[in-house]
């Protein structure tokens, strides 16, 4: 599929993969800051990781850094990215433009990251037919069609709980092999299926009972 | 602050309380369906998780299930909404009126889930003194003014990542207690504070790295 910058052929542990982008977002700040090598101790330093644990998560990608000097700064940010999968355009669909899905087509940021959304499903007569931010709203009957020509294979699920998982279903029908589900419903997908959950409910949770424990302290 | 119920004075742990809001919307819509009980069981089917965890999970909230009968479904909503803070309003500032910033504005969702952001903060001439979604944005120095009016103590971070750190700091200053930080930056924060990381980017690394694995299986 795309020309990746694999080194090591185990499958990388996903707290790596959370970490990677960290350490991407400080060596491009870095960089703007002028510096031309980085050294994991640096990037240790201004992110409180480990040195140890940032050098064996970079172990992962085929970089190699010089000896008191350190990686050098542009190979680092694009061996990264590129590991990452935020230089290649991976086209997807969104289903339900509600609130979420509608705010989630206008975030243009998703394409610097390395996701095209190409179009858009839903059942609401006054939103189909129309687009947003430039991207499609197709009655969502006209999905099977759709992805035989344009041969996308990630969803964005954002549609209610009621319908997660019949929306899921259908996807994987249609040829889906990877869902970023928003929805705070745990959906069933085949066992060759990617499911990332994003849930920002579940997220707000933590956040507000862990708020109330410091302020009733 | 809130009246909360809590049965267990322990911390409640951060994967217990991500799956909570699955077995929620896995009442809501069995209730939808007409049930009125519901059972860690029954759960468990539809979610794919061991009812002995989820008869765990939920012994961190305060509700009694029946001998073969299970919990009360409204009461189990109910008291599953008030435990994960979705019940009450809590008033937020969002820093950083770009594209994901602003579509968060337009999310009217998280007001459901209990996160009502009342102003955001800019210095982008074009935007300030502008509203989106009825929240208006001012200009980034009426902050310390404006948190002293409000008694806002939640910040959602949407910046650039090369001022991130410099908004945070800012924030934890004018008296912010927790960070909802949608940079991909690694923020620091005094141990008071709480950081919630919902980095969208690093979600979608992870799951570009999956389905890679999977297409090129």
Redesign the interface.
Known sequence: ??T?AFKNID??P?PT??R???Y???A??MR?EGEIYVSSTQISKR???DASQIAKDLSYVAITGRTRVGYDIDLLIHVLEDF???T?L?KAYLFGV???G???L?????LH???KIIGAFDINPDIVGTEINGIPIYHSDEFEKRIQEDKV??GVLTVP??IAQEITDKMVDGGI??V?NF????I?VPE???V?N????????????????????
Do not use: C
Request: proline content about 3%; aromatic content about 10%.
């Open positions: 599929m795309a990746r499958k990388v996903e993969l959370r990677l982008p960290w991407l977002s400080s491009k700040l703007e992110i409180n990781i990452l999968g935020f290649n991976h509600g609130s979420l509608g705010a989630l206008r975030d243009s940021g998703l990251f390395g996701l294979n990630i709980i009621t092999r990877a970023w929805t705070p419903f745990r069933r060759n299926i990617v990332q994003t849930s920002l409910y579940a997220h707000l949770a933590v956040m507000f009972n862990r708020l109330n424990e410091v302020v009733n302290k």
